[in-house]
T-cell receptor
């Protein structure tokens, strides 16, 4: 059974810092890994999708990497802004999509 | 181009009642998945519909059932509601099984 873990559970940083969010999974036989953002009481917004054959994806200030063999992914956020404050979730797809519990990020002005 | 829309946005029900939640997928999408998200947790997969058939199912009891219509919209039905069914119910659509999921804003269900 696929287990997805995200560390840390919560993170508070001052504006402008670069930061890394971590995601680990137990079954490396995945089709893809996706990072999402969720604002309070809202649905999920897809940030980056990495197919199993890829090592990383970039979008603006975001960069996600995937190491299937070690069961790890990282989401790098450069030059963080208060508007980045949200919960970030990673999800892996095998037969279905399994989510981690998320990292709650607060960026202080 | 409308994204994924869900209705209603909020719902309050009593234990033992039944509820139906609705989802319209993003234009061009043919696959709909439903998730339950308890407070402070990640979404849990309920089931996925494709071509009006349940294609995959997570670890949820038979009280949770669904349907997909020819226009790809979908319903989630929950019978005999329990207090523990209180959660945010999210619908996500995609084209096929390996493309990015697009989520709606969810239906907040409260069972009293």
């Amino acid at each position: 059974k696929q287990e997805v873990t995200q560390i840390p559970a919560a993170l508070s940083v001052p504006e402008g810092e670069n930061l890394v969010l971590n995601c680990s999974f137990t079954d490396s036989a995945i089709y893809n890994l996706q990072w999402f953002r969720q604002d309070p009481g809202k649905g999920l917004t897809s940030l980056l999708l990495i197919q199993s054959s890829q090592r990383e994806q970039t979008s603006g200030r975001l960069n996600a990497s995937l190491d299937k063999s070690s069961g790890r992914s990282t989401l790098y956020i450069a030059a963080s802004q208060p508007g980045d404050s949200a919960t970030y979730l990673c999800a892996v797809t095998t037969n279905d999509m399994r989510f981690g519990a998320g990292t709650r990020l607060t960026v202080k002005p | 181009d409308a994204g994924v829309t869900q209705s209603p946005t909020h719902l309050i029900k009593t234990r033992g009642q039944q509820v139906t939640l609705r989802c319209s997928p993003k234009s061009g999408h043919d696959t709909v998945s439903w998730y339950q998200q308890a407070l402070g947790q990640g979404p849990q997969f309920i089931f996925q519909y494709y071509e009006e058939e349940e294609r995959q199912r997570g670890n949820f009891p038979d009280r949770f059932s669904g349907h997909q219509f020819p226009n790809y919209s979908s319903e989630l039905n929950v019978n005999a509601l329990l207090l523990g069914d209180s959660a945010l119910y999210l619908c996500a659509s995609s084209w096929g099984g390996n493309s990015p999921l697009h989520f709606g804003n969810g239906t907040r269900l409260t069972v009293t």
